[in-house]
């Protein structure tokens, strides 16, 4: 079921850095945008993304080199990074053998830009190039990747980070992204083929061996005494939630999904990171020249691993004690829910083993457990197992409309909730409300956990909800949202 990543623990005699230099090294080609009349329309930042197959050294010596599916080339795809506020135009052109979309997670754009297929837009067919452009309204860590069959397609290394910067960062000597990403992988480091079976599907998802960081199985990471590091941490993998803990160190969490949060301690030192979700940690490098902390994944308890390392260069401090700026980010634009007069709703989430005698619908029929599986789905939403994009909406919202939603997670399984278009409040959990009311765009259900979310449905369109553990979401875990 879920074992250790082999491969993340056995790597100790090779040297794998990752600096700064990585973050920059994995721009996007950037096309000459049209320019900007000064203060009337928003700058376009144009950018092309090839879906192709590629082979990567995700392992590293004396491993082979592992074919994946990718951008451009290489895992993950290149990062792209623009300012708030400008409009971002990319063209996909697919080379796959299968059709694709890109929908980019977390980001509020308008619907026939949100790359879900059938629902949002006709895939794209192999051969074919889609261009999508829209607004980036809100500052932050997002990523992007396929929504066609992403169980697969994202399993295979197709997904980028998508960095949105604020007119004014705040004060940090490096910004560094770190795109988390689980593999089950082969003794040759090939990808095992066994994608989407039923046995991943009704349990915990395809959880791998093998733990990379932008790609590669690291062994070190180089920083400087004294330095700030803004870090940003993206969950991409299938169905791995990360639990990280900064050995010696005292990482802040100042980011939520991209959307800023009071600054604060992570609860019991681990940060914790479900499928998809993103964290920006301030982490002021406190130990001396010459040091070697680990950082622990011990999210699933027996099986903890060493990530990697933080390594200090014997360069003399940069400054002796932490930098003296803030850390507190500015809001996003985003419309506040007057809970007072919210319309209310239940949203259900069932299935999976140990769930219990459980009937649901599937494609308009009554089905038992043992019969949807038998049709490789082990999951619902309010009773129906969702088969394909395309669906009757679990509930319509006016637009305009502040709602809550009570998200009741009725298996014995973590799911990690995530709802298109919008950025939401959590408010509450099993009845308590959150410290911070964080926004985020996909909330972590631990099992049988309740918990509300409040937003304002001011995007009009279909957006999908579903479970970010992507065989669960092919099993049944989804549905749509409507605002009209
Ligand atoms: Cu990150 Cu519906 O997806
Ligand atoms: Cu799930």
Redesign the pocket.
């Given at each position: 079921m879920i074992s250790k990543p082999a491969f993340a623990s056995a790597v100790g005699r090779r040297s794998v850095m990752l600096g700064g230099g990585a973050a920059v090294a994995l721009y996007a080609l950037r096309l000459p945008g049209t320019g900007h009349a000064a203060g009337t329309s928003p700058a376009v930042r144009a950018y092309s993304l090839v879906a192709e197959r590629g082979r990567v050294p995700l392992v590293g010596a004396p491993y082979p080199e592992t074919d994946v599916w990718c951008y451009g080339g290489r895992v993950p795809g290149p990062e792209l990074r623009v300012r708030q506020g400008d409009r971002l135009r990319i063209a996909v052109e697919n080379q796959l053998d299968e059709e694709t979309t890109v929908h980019w997670h977390g980001l509020r754009v308008p619907n026939a830009m949100d790359g879900v297929p059938h629902l949002t837009q006709a895939p794209i067919a192999p051969g074919e190039t889609f261009t999508y452009e829209f607004d980036v309204p809100d500052a932050g860590t997002f990523w992007y990747h396929p929504h066609q069959r992403s169980f697969e397609q994202v399993g295979r290394g197709l997904y980028g980070a998508l960095i949105i910067e604020e007119p004014e960062p705040i004060p940090v000597d490096r910004d560094v992204t770190w795109v988390l990403d689980d593999w089950r992988l082969l003794e040759t480091a090939a990808i095992s083929d066994d994608f989407g079976n039923l046995h991943d599907v009704s349990h915990a998802g395809r959880v791998g061996n093998t733990a990379t960081v932008n790609g590669r199985v690291p062994d070190r990471f180089a920083v400087r005494a004294g330095e700030r590091i803004r870090l940003r941490l993206v969950n991409a993998a299938n169905a791995r939630i990360f639990g990280l803990a900064f050995e010696g160190h005292a990482p802040m969490v100042i980011a939520l999904d991209g959307q800023p949060v009071a600054p604060h301690a992570p609860e019991g030192g681990r940060v914790v990171l479900g499928p998809a979700m993103r964290i920006d940690l301030i982490l002021d490098m406190t130990g001396r020249p010459g040091g070697r902390f680990r950082v622990i994944d011990g999210f699933y308890e027996g099986l903890e691993y060493r990530l990697l390392d933080i390594a200090y260069t014997d360069a003399p401090p940069l400054r002796e004690t932490p930098l003296d700026a803030p850390v507190r980010l500015s809001a996003n634009p985003l419309a506040e829910p007057d809970l007072a007069a919210a319309e209310r709703h239940e949203i259900l989430f069932g299935g999976g083993m140990m769930g219990g005698m459980m009937s649901s619908m599937m494609d308009g029929r009554h089905m038992d457990m043992r019969e949807m599986m038998r049709h490789g789905m082990a999951w619902t939403v309010n009773g129906v197992a969702a088969t394909g994009h395309v669906h009757e909406p679990l509930i319509t919202l006016a637009r305009g409309r502040s709602c809550i939603l009570t998200l009741r997670n009725e298996t014995a399984?973590w799911?990690p909730i995530h709802l298109h278009g919008h950025a939401f409040r959590v408010i509450t959990r099993d009845g308590a409300p959150t410290r911070y009311r964080e926004w985020q765009d996909t909330v972590l259900l631990s099992p049988r956990e309740t918990a509300e979310i409040a937003f304002v449905a001011d995007n009009p369109g279909d957006w999908m909800l579903h479970?970010h553990?992507l065989e669960?979401q092919a099993g049944g875990?989804m549905g749509v949202v409507r605002i009209a």
């Open positions: 399984w799911h479970c553990i669960h875990m």
